[in-house]
């Protein structure tokens, strides 16, 4: 993983994850699939406590970047986006 690196989240391993049960969406919230998608732009790495996250912001969508943790994303080849 590193910085500019297209990804995107593993669907299943982030519905088991700390991560979307802290924010309280209700089972397989529609809102956010977006992340699934080849989207997602590195723009960070830091390592802390509970391991290797990265600082992605996705492209085409106005929200704020998020920290995850790099075991749950997905390297994707090129940017899967087309704007409208």
Known sequence: MKKGQIVR???EKYLN????L???HPPYYKGLD?????RGEVLDLRI?????YALVS???VPTAPAWLPT???IKSEKLNYERL
């Open 58 to 60: 996705w492209v085409g």
């Open 22 to 24: 802290s924010v309280g």
């Open 17 to 20: 994850s700390v991560n979307y």
């Open 71 to 73: 075991d749950m994303l």
């Open 48 to 52: 802390f406590e509970t391991g290797e």
């Open 9 to 11: 989240v593993d669907k």
């Open 34 to 38: 977006y992340i699934y998608e080849d």
